[in-house]
């Protein structure tokens, strides 16, 4: 009962100020913003699961395992947004694939977003959930995915955007994306 409690204030924390930003009253005549729909790509450096295995290899095999990965590992990720109260809060999905010491990951994950701040500069959480292909080296095998967003910047224009976040789970612990609003 106490990891509930704790983890539902942490949420409540989290996304505490997404209502906390105050509604200006529309004017006759003012544009008010239709552009809910945003698709994204990113590239980010390597995944906490990666991190994890990696090191895990290391400890058990006493330093003597090759955790390189024979070129520099990188994560891809494409992804939907569509954001909801007023650009504060938002659904979405994403694919990532990642390779990891000879072994591929595919995620594929749904996800809420908080998002608050100003005209064109915005910090954002998510917090994902969704499931992994594992294959390669290895036997195939479904594994469960999750992405914490802990922080993410966004410098947001008319109809593009640049971010860039820090995550932990299955999705790429440090990315930089660019994303289009319609």
Known sequence: MKKIIIALMLLGSIFANIFAQEYDVVEVG??????VNEVYLSVGTISALQLGF?????????????TSQGSLPVTFTAGYNRYLNDDHLGLGGFITYERM????????????????????????????????????????????????????????????????????GTSPLVKLGASYKF
Do not use: C, R
């Not at 003012?30 to 552009?35: G, K, L, M, P, S």
């Not at 005209?119 to 095998?141: I, P, R, S, V």
């Not at 914490?148 to 224009?157: A, M």
């Open 30 to 35: 003012e544009e008010v913003n239709t552009q």
């Open 101 to 168: 010491m000879g072994t591929n990951v595919i995620t594929l994950q749904g996800k809420i977003i908080g998002q608050y701040g100003w005209e064109h500069f915005k910090l954002y959480h998510a917090f994902g959930l969704g499931a992994g292909l594992l294959f390669g080296n290895t036997d195939t095998q479904i594994i469960p995915a999750f992405d914490l967003t802990v922080l993410g910047i966004k410098f947001d224009f008319e109809n593009f955007n640049i971010f860039s976040d820090f995550a932990i």
């Open 54 to 66: 990696d090191l895990f290899a290391t400890v058990f095999s006493l330093g003597t395992a090759d």
